[in-house]
Nanobody, 122 residues
Framework: QVQLVESGGGLVQAGGSLRLYCAASGRTSSTYGMGWFRQAPGKERELVAGISSSSNTYYAESVKGRFPISRDNAKNTVYLQMNSLKPEGTAVYSC????????????????WGQGTQVTVSS
């Protein structure tokens, strides 16, 4: 019903910045809560930032203050501005959506994008 496509990933040096985009199509809704997850090699996938339908935000402690999340409902797009990137930030970043508030529980999200690779060199 909903398709999510991420873009904006790439290779960046530590301390640099990237802006990730999550474009939604299909049966989209401005009431969806949106989250950015990441999965590093050998690590569990984790929620790094989320934004509710009313633009309330959530951030993992590891990225708080560095990765502001925002949304433009008119454009059906969610953004993750990644600043002061660290090598530990190397991961596949995926966008997810659910009908409800932000949660760290992956199973609660109904739709997922394919992911975009972010590689941070030291």
């Amino acid at each position: 019903q909903v398709q999510l496509v991420e873009s904006g990933g790439g290779l960046v040096q530590a301390g640099g910045s990237l802006r990730l985009y999550c474009a939604a199509s299909g049966r989209t809704s401005s009431t969806y809560g949106m989250g950015w997850f990441r999965q590093a090699p050998g690590k569990e996938r984790e929620l790094v930032a989320g934004i509710s339908s009313s633009s309330n935000t959530y951030y993992a402690e590891s990225v708080k203050g560095r990765f502001p999340i925002s949304r433009d409902n008119a454009k059906n797009t969610v953004y993750l501005q990644m600043n002061s990137l660290k090598p530990e930030g190397t991961a596949v970043y995926s966008c997810a959506a659910r009908q409800g508030l932000i949660t760290t529980r992956q199973a609660a999200y109904d739709y997922w994008g394919q992911g975009t690779q972010v590689t941070v060199s030291s």
